[in-house]
């Protein structure tokens, strides 16, 4: 949020800047299985944000890491110098450092790492294109990532951020609406197990305002969700056709 006024109305009859109502998702695209070199991959896709992950494992951990009761489960995110506006420094910064620790403890809630004890399980995920609601994109790809690479998980993970953009609560923000909103709540999900696995928030929104913020985050997360299944469902069709 920086503050600034927009330079394009972001709430005029019922309708975002980019024509979406409310309740609307940016499209969604999902691939799974896009990368040749890693034990499993998925690329996302949210309007313009675009992600891809890969993730490798269970595998023999490097010297001193490892636990005795289950798998490390270690999560990378990092947005590519191509992917801003202005080139970004690849030197990972201190976002990327914090953001990579709280996508992979939401992935903790569900991946099974007490069955692989001693090994560690990777998951890199790469920001291509930057266009708010990276982190959520990036949680999406890296489940679906973990899941092609046959780990066994308890859920898919899903993520979608809710924003406040002129006083009108929206779902699936894009940049201009979180650089000028309000607010801006990124939420992610296990939607089998029921359970929200990260909140957060920036800016500021009323207690009723929260509740109903919650309300749309997950009615969009079910919707990713439900696209995350196809996607792997696709891959495995596929396969099976081979
Ligand atoms: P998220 O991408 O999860 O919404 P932020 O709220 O921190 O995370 O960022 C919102 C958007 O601002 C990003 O999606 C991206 O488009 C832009 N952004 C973030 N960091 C940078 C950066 N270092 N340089 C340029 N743009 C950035």
Request: aromatic residues 6%; hydrophobic residues 40%; charged residues 25%.
């Amino acid at each position: 949020m920086s503050g600034g006024k927009s330079p394009v109305p972001l709430f005029k009859d019922g309708k975002r800047h980019d024509g979406r109502g409310p309740m609307d998702l940016r499209p969604i695209e999902m691939k799974v299985g896009v990368l040749n070199n890693a034990n499993g991959s998925a690329w996302v896709k949210f309007g313009r944000t675009e992600v891809i992950a890969a993730a490798y494992g269970p595998r023999e951990p490097p010297k001193f890491m490892s636990l005795p009761d289950r798998a490390l489960l270690r999560c990378r995110y990092h947005m590519a110098p191509f992917s801003t506006d202005e080139r970004k420094n690849p030197a990972p910064s201190r976002r990327e450092i914090e953001l990579s620790k709280v996508i992979r403890e939401a992935l903790e809630t569900v991946v099974l790492t007490h069955l692989f004890p001693r090994t560690v399980i990777d998951v890199f995920v790469e920001v291509i294109q930057a266009d708010g609601g990276t982190r959520t994109a990036a949680i999406t790809a890296a489940s679906l990532a973990l899941a092609d690479a046959g780990i066994p998980m308890k859920d898919l993970v899903a993520g979608i951020a809710v924003g406040k953009v002129d006083g009108h609560l929206v779902l699936d923000i894009d940049q201009i609406e979180d650089n000028y909103g309000e607010a801006d709540m990124p939420v992610a999900g296990a939607v089998n197990l029921d359970k929200v696995v990260l909140l957060q928030l920036n800016g500021s929104l009323t207690p009723e305002e929260f509740n109903k913020a919650m309300y749309m985050a997950w009615e969009g997360i079910k919707k990713v969700y439900a696209l995350q299944k196809k996607a792997l469902e696709e891959k495995l069709r596929k396969e099976v056709n081979l």
